[in-house]
C-alpha cells in the first residue's frame, strides 16, 4: 500500500522500531482508499489517532537531531559507494552541504583510500574497523569509528563516528618524541659505556643465566681466557671453570638472590691453563633474557705469592720443630750427662767434706768449690728450665703456665689462670709459643705495672688459640716503647711466624691488655707423636 511510507531520515535515528513501523499521516487524497469501508465515525478517529502519533513522532525526532546537532563529534551514514546519506552537522570551516557527497570529496587521495578500505572491510567482514587521518580542509587530526547499520532494511548501510583527536594525537607525538630523544640519549650511553667496558683491563662477561652461552665480552676477557674476540659469542661459560660444578653452585646463590663478592676459584683459559680469579657476579636482564654479569680479578700472581708465603710459613714451621727437638735434645743431653755427673761429684765432694777434719789444710778451700759446684749445677738446671721447661716437657702447656703462675704468686703477685682447651697436647713450637707469649707478658706486668694482680686467658675457639694478659696497673704508651727491647718484639714476632697475630691495647693508666690469636691449623698433635 503507497500509504505506509518511511522518512529514512527521522526513523533512521529513532531506532529499528521506528525505521521498520512507524507511519506518517496520510495525504488527504490517500484516506478514502486506505479506509474505504469504514464509516465517517471511524475514519475520523483514526485520522485523529494517526495525527497524535505522527506528531508524537515529529516531537521525538525534533529532539534526537538535537541532541545528534549537538554532540561534539560526526555521525554520519554511509553507501557502499562511500556517499555520505546522513550527516548530523557541519562546522563553519567544513562543506555547506555535504549530504549526498563522497568521502573523497573531503581528503587527499590518500586518505580516501584508507577510508574507503576500512569501510569496505566494514560491509565484509561485518564488525567494527577504526582509522586515524588529517583532515586537509582544516590540518585537524581526525579518528573514525566505522560500524555496520544494524537491523537495516534495504541497502546495507555503515554508521561513521569521527572525533577531532588533534590534541591528543600532538600530546602523543610530544611523548613519542620524547621517548625517542631518551632512547637515542640511552643508546648513546650505551654506545661510551660498551666503549668503557670494552677498554677497561678488567675481563667483564654476560652469560645466559640457563645455557650459560656467552652473550658479551670484552676485550680484556678475551685476553684472559685466550679467546678470539669475534668468537666470544660462540662460548659457553661453564667450559671455563676448572670444576663446572662450581658454576652450578654460584646459580644456586644468584637464585636466591645473594650477590657474588670475590668468591675465588681456579679456571682455566681456552689452552687449558689455570687461572686464579676473584669473581663479582650479580643477576641482570639482558637482551630479554636472565644472565649474569660477571667481573673477574685476576688474582693469579698474588696466589702464587701467597703460596709461596705458606710454603715458607710451612718450612719455617719445620724449622721452629726442629729447633724445639733439638733443644729438648740438648737439654735431656745435658741434663742427663752433665747435670748428672756434676751432681755426682757435688756428692762424693759433700761426703769428703764431712770426713775431713775441720782443722785440717784445705778443708775451706774444698767447701769453696763445693758450694761453686752447687751453685753451678743450680745454674744450669736455670737454664735447662729457659731453654725447654720441664713441666712443658712433662705436662704440656697447661701444666707450665700453672707451674709459673706458682712461682710468681710466691713473689707476692696474684695471677687469676684460665683456660678451656679441647687438645691434650700440641707440637713442641706451638706449645712453647703460647708458654713464652704468657710468660713474658706475666714477667712484664710483674716488672713494670706497679700492680699486685694479673689474669691470664687461653680460650680454644674452632681452630684458634686466643690468648689474653690483663694487667690493671699504670699502663705505657706503645709506641713510645724502644724497639730495640725484645720482650714485647717477641710476642709480636712469635705470633707472625705462627700465622697468627699480636695486640698490645695500653694507655697510661689504664692498665695493659696483651691479645694473642694463633691458628691451630695442623699443629694439633693429639696423638703425641714425636714426644
Given at each position: 500500500?503507497?500509504?505506509?511510507?518511511?522518512?529514512?531520515?527521522?526513523?533512521?535515528?529513532?531506532?529499528?522500531?521506528?525505521?521498520?513501523?512507524?507511519?506518517?499521516?496520510?495525504?488527504?487524497?490517500?484516506?478514502?482508499t486506505?479506509?474505504?469501508?469504514?464509516?465517517?465515525?471511524?475514519?475520523?478517529?483514526?485520522?485523529?489517532?494517526?495525527?497524535?502519533?505522527?506528531?508524537?513522532?515529529?516531537?521525538?525526532n525534533?529532539?534526537?537531531?538535537?541532541?545528534?546537532?549537538?554532540?561534539?563529534?560526526?555521525?554520519?551514514?554511509?553507501?557502499r559507494?562511500?556517499q555520505?546519506?546522513?550527516?548530523?552537522?557541519?562546522?563553519?570551516?567544513?562543506?555547506?552541504?555535504?549530504?549526498?557527497?563522497?568521502?573523497r570529496?573531503?581528503?587527499t587521495?590518500?586518505?580516501?583510500?584508507?577510508?574507503?578500505?576500512?569501510?569496505?572491510?566494514?560491509?565484509?567482514?561485518?564488525?567494527?574497523?577504526?582509522?586515524?587521518?588529517?583532515?586537509?580542509?582544516?590540518?585537524?587530526?581526525?579518528?573514525?569509528?566505522?560500524?555496520?547499520?544494524k537491523?537495516?532494511?534495504?541497502?546495507?548501510?555503515?554508521?561513521?563516528?569521527?572525533?577531532?583527536?588533534?590534541?591528543?594525537?600532538?600530546?602523543?607525538?610530544?611523548?613519542?618524541?620524547?621517548?625517542?630523544?631518551?632512547?637515542?640519549?640511552?643508546?648513546?650511553?650505551?654506545?661510551?659505556?660498551?666503549?668503557?667496558?670494552?677498554?677497561?683491563?678488567?675481563?667483564?662477561?654476560?652469560?645466559?643465566?640457563?645455557?650459560?652461552?656467552?652473550?658479551?665480552?670484552?676485550?680484556?676477557?678475551?685476553?684472559?681466557?685466550?679467546?678470539?674476540?669475534?668468537k666470544?659469542?660462540?662460548?659457553?661459560?661453564?667450559?671455563?671453570?676448572?670444576?663446572?660444578?662450581?658454576?652450578?653452585?654460584?646459580?644456586?646463590?644468584i637464585?636466591?638472590?645473594?650477590?657474588?663478592?670475590?668468591?675465588?676459584?681456579?679456571?682455566?683459559?681456552?689452552?687449558?691453563?689455570?687461572?686464579?680469579?676473584?669473581?663479582?657476579?650479580?643477576?641482570?636482564?639482558?637482551?630479554?633474557?636472565?644472565?649474569?654479569?660477571?667481573?673477574?680479578?685476576?688474582?693469579?700472581?698474588?696466589?702464587?705469592?701467597?703460596?709461596?708465603?705458606?710454603?715458607d710459613?710451612?718450612?719455617?714451621?719445620?724449622?721452629?720443630?726442629?729447633?724445639?727437638?733439638?733443644?729438648?735434645?740438648?737439654?735431656?743431653?745435658?741434663?742427663?750427662?752433665?747435670?748428672?755427673?756434676?751432681?755426682?761429684?757435688?756428692?762424693?765432694?759433700?761426703?769428703?767434706?764431712?770426713?775431713?777434719?775441720?782443722?785440717?789444710?784445705?778443708?775451706?778451700?774444698?767447701?769453696?768449690?763445693?758450694q761453686?759446684?752447687?751453685?753451678?749445677?743450680?745454674e744450669?738446671?736455670?737454664?735447662?728450665?729457659?731453654?725447654?721447661?720441664?713441666?712443658?716437657?712433662?705436662?704440656?702447656?697447661?701444666?707450665?703456665?700453672?707451674?709459673?703462675?706458682?712461682?710468681?704468686?710466691?713473689?707476692?703477685?696474684?695471677?687469676?689462670?684460665?683456660?678451656?682447651?679441647?687438645?691434650?697436647?700440641?707440637?713442641p713450637?706451638?706449645?712453647?709459643?703460647?708458654?713464652?707469649?704468657?710468660?713474658?707478658?706475666?714477667?712484664?706486668?710483674?716488672?713494670?705495672?706497679?700492680?699486685?694482680?694479673?689474669?691470664?686467658?687461653i680460650?680454644?675457639?674452632d681452630?684458634?688459640?686466643?690468648i689474653?694478659?690483663?694487667?690493671?696497673?699504670?699502663?705505657?704508651?706503645?709506641?713510645?716503647?724502644?724497639?730495640?727491647?725484645?720482650?714485647?718484639?717477641?710476642?709480636?714476632?712469635?705470633?707472625?711466624?705462627?700465622?697468627g697475630?699480636?695486640?698490645?691495647?695500653?694507655?697510661?693508666?689504664?692498665?695493659?691488655?696483651?691479645?694473642?690469636?694463633?691458628?691451630?691449623?695442623?699443629?694439633?698433635d693429639?696423638?703425641?707423636?714425636?714426644r
Amino acid at each position: 500500500m503507497d500509504c505506509w511510507r518511511v522518512d529514512f531520515q527521522q526513523s533512521f535515528f529513532l531506532g529499528s522500531s521506528s525505521f521498520r513501523g512507524r507511519r506518517r499521516i496520510l495525504n488527504p487524497d490517500q484516506k478514502d482508499t486506505c479506509y474505504r469501508g469504514d464509516t465517517a465515525e471511524t475514519l475520523a478517529w483514526r485520522v485523529a489517532e494517526l495525527e497524535q502519533e505522527n506528531a508524537r513522532l515529529k516531537q521525538e525526532n525534533d529532539r534526537f537531531n538535537r541532541i545528534l546537532k549537538s554532540t561534539p563529534v560526526f555521525v554520519f551514514v554511509i553507501t557502499r559507494e562511500y556517499q555520505i546519506i546522513y550527516l548530523n552537522h557541519s562546522r563553519a570551516d567544513c562543506h555547506e552541504q555535504p549530504t549526498g557527497m563522497y568521502i573523497r570529496d573531503f581528503v587527499t587521495l590518500e586518505d580516501a583510500k584508507v577510508l574507503e578500505a576500512a569501510i569496505t572491510r566494514t560491509f565484509e567482514e561485518q564488525r567494527e574497523q577504526m582509522v586515524r587521518i588529517r583532515s586537509e580542509t582544516t590540518g585537524r587530526m581526525l579518528q573514525t569509528l566505522y560500524a555496520p547499520m544494524k537491523a537495516c532494511e534495504g541497502e546495507p548501510l555503515v554508521v561513521g563516528v569521527s572525533l577531532d583527536v588533534t590534541e591528543e594525537h600532538e600530546k602523543l607525538d610530544a611523548i613519542i618524541q620524547s621517548k625517542d630523544k631518551i632512547a637515542e640519549e640511552l643508546a648513546e650511553s650505551d654506545r661510551r659505556l660498551e666503549i668503557m667496558v670494552d677498554n677497561t683491563p678488567v675481563p667483564v662477561s654476560i652469560s645466559d643465566l640457563e645455557t650459560g652461552q656467552i652473550l658479551y665480552g670484552n676485550k680484556a676477557l678475551a685476553e684472559t681466557f685466550a679467546i678470539p674476540y669475534d668468537k666470544i659469542q660462540d662460548q659457553v661459560a661453564s667450559n671455563y671453570y676448572a670444576d663446572p660444578a662450581q658454576r652450578q653452585s654460584l646459580l644456586g646463590r644468584i637464585s636466591r638472590g645473594e650477590p657474588i663478592r670475590g668468591n675465588t676459584l681456579r679456571m682455566k683459559t681456552h689452552n687449558g691453563d689455570i687461572l686464579h680469579l676473584a669473581l663479582y657476579i650479580d643477576k641482570i636482564k639482558y637482551a630479554q633474557r636472565s644472565a649474569m654479569l660477571t667481573c673477574f680479578l685476576d688474582i693469579s700472581a698474588h696466589k702464587q705469592r701467597e703460596e709461596g708465603i705458606l710454603r715458607d710459613r710451612m718450612a719455617l714451621r719445620r724449622l721452629l720443630d726442629t729447633n724445639e727437638r733439638d733443644r729438648r735434645l740438648i737439654a735431656y743431653e745435658i741434663h742427663d750427662g752433665v747435670v748428672q755427673d756434676m751432681t755426682g761429684s757435688l756428692m762424693f765432694l759433700q761426703t769428703g767434706v764431712s770426713l775431713i777434719p775441720t782443722d785440717t789444710d784445705g778443708q775451706v778451700e774444698v767447701k769453696r768449690g763445693t758450694q761453686l759446684l752447687a751453685n753451678a749445677i743450680g745454674e744450669i738446671r736455670r737454664l735447662l728450665n729457659g731453654l725447654r721447661p720441664l713441666s712443658l716437657e712433662e705436662g704440656g702447656v697447661v701444666a707450665a703456665i700453672d707451674d709459673l703462675v706458682t712461682r710468681m704468686m710466691e713473689d707476692n703477685f696474684a695471677i687469676d689462670f684460665h683456660h678451656d682447651l679441647e687438645f691434650s697436647r700440641l707440637a713442641p713450637s706451638l706449645e712453647m709459643a703460647i708458654y713464652r707469649t704468657v710468660q713474658e707478658a706475666v714477667n712484664n706486668a710483674r716488672r713494670h705495672s706497679q700492680a699486685n694482680t694479673a689474669s691470664i686467658t687461653i680460650l680454644q675457639i674452632d681452630k684458634e688459640i686466643k690468648i689474653s694478659v690483663r694487667d690493671e696497673g699504670c699502663g705505657f704508651d706503645p709506641s713510645q716503647v724502644d724497639p730495640r727491647r725484645c720482650g714485647l718484639s717477641g710476642i709480636y714476632e712469635r705470633a707472625n711466624l705462627l700465622g697468627g697475630e699480636a695486640r698490645i691495647l695500653s694507655s697510661p693508666g689504664h692498665g695493659t691488655l696483651v691479645k694473642v690469636i694463633l691458628p691451630l691449623g695442623d699443629y694439633l698433635d693429639s696423638d703425641e707423636a714425636g714426644r
